[in-house]
């Protein structure tokens, strides 16, 4: 299937990203901010950017030109929390983007909480631990309830060129928590989420739900340890777990407290045979170089 105009819903990091290699492709990219001066900065990457509210705001000639759509907004948050803003919105925009051929929803591992160790693939009952996950299963459904050709991608830590943890490790104030039995998380480099992406365009499968994540699942404190090793950085503070409860905040105790090694079988069986960077030390060696 040969994508040729794709509209980027919330156009941030990995949007960018997706749409600098999409141009490349040949594809023309259309992209939603809710950000002024975010969509000049767009503009001026090639991207035909428009601000609105809501995507609902987009004139219906625009999405009727579309045959794809990405939906990388984030959470809604105010002082009552995270919320999904697709429930509101997704229903009515759906109806109107009738050419669409292929769609996808970039969420979050968080969906499936804490799995006390154990390896999680996309079958793995989703019980979410925090808010930020609860709301984004409730996106997950809005989207496969429509009638458009989606897919879920829950995405692993993200990191790669101006998103990373070098300057905060550099800084020798970061700390993390040794948990005891040690609390396992997963990333993934930008590149390898990108092209991901580009091969699911090509292979579509109307509701495949699919991990995003590199081959190396570790402990968050083994894992900044032997990255600040690598660039030269101070250890990181060590906190025990009743240090952590007082010291940290409640989101990145969110983060710290689940639990799981997150498969990426099923990307490697239909997608990526071959992750660019299959784990951090690749992935942070050339963002060095």
């Not at 794709?6 to 040949?26: E, F, N, S, T, W």
């Not at 090694?261 to 992935?283: I, T, W």
């Amino acid at each position: 299937m040969k994508i040729k105009r794709i509209l980027i819903l919330g156009c941030g990091y990995v949007g960018q990203k997706l749409a600098k290699a999409c141009m490349a492709d040949g594809m023309q990219v259309i992209a939603s901010s809710r950000n002024a001066e975010h969509a000049k900065a767009l503009e001026l990457q090639g991207i035909e950017a428009h601000v609105t509210a809501s995507p609902l705001d987009l004139p219906d000639a625009l999405l009727l030109s579309v045959d794809a759509v990405l939906d990388s907004i984030p959470l809604n948050r105010n002082e009552q929390g995270m919320h999904a803003s697709q429930l509101q919105w997704l229903p009515e925009l759906a109806t109107r983007l009738s050419n669409v051929q292929w769609a996808a929803y970039l969420s979050t591992t968080g969906v499936y909480g804490d799995a006390e160790g154990a390896w999680v693939n996309e079958s793995w009952p989703c019980q979410a631990t925090s808010a930020r996950g609860t709301e984004r299963l409730l996106a997950e459904k809005a989207w496969l309830d429509t009638a458009l050709p989606a897919e879920i991608f829950r995405l692993a830590g993200i990191y790669g060129p101006e998103r990373n943890m070098i300057e905060r490790l550099k800084a020798g104030v970061y700390q993390t928590v040794a948990w005891n039995p040690p609390h396992y998380s997963s990333r993934i480099h930008i590149d390898d989420i990108v092209a991901a992406l580009l091969a699911a365009m090509q292979q579509a499968q109307a509701g495949r739900i699919m991990n995003l994540a590199d081959d190396l699942p570790l402990p968050h404190a083994e894992y900044v340890c032997a990255l600040a090793e690598i660039i030269g950085a101070p250890a990181p503070e060590i906190l025990t777990e009743q240090q952590g409860e007082l010291q940290l905040s409640p989101t990145a105790l969110d983060f710290f407290r689940d639990n799981k090694r997150v498969s990426n079988a099923l990307l490697h069986e239909q997608l990526l045979p071959q992750l660019k960077f299959p784990d951090f030390k690749h992935g942070i060696a050339d963002i060095i170089k």
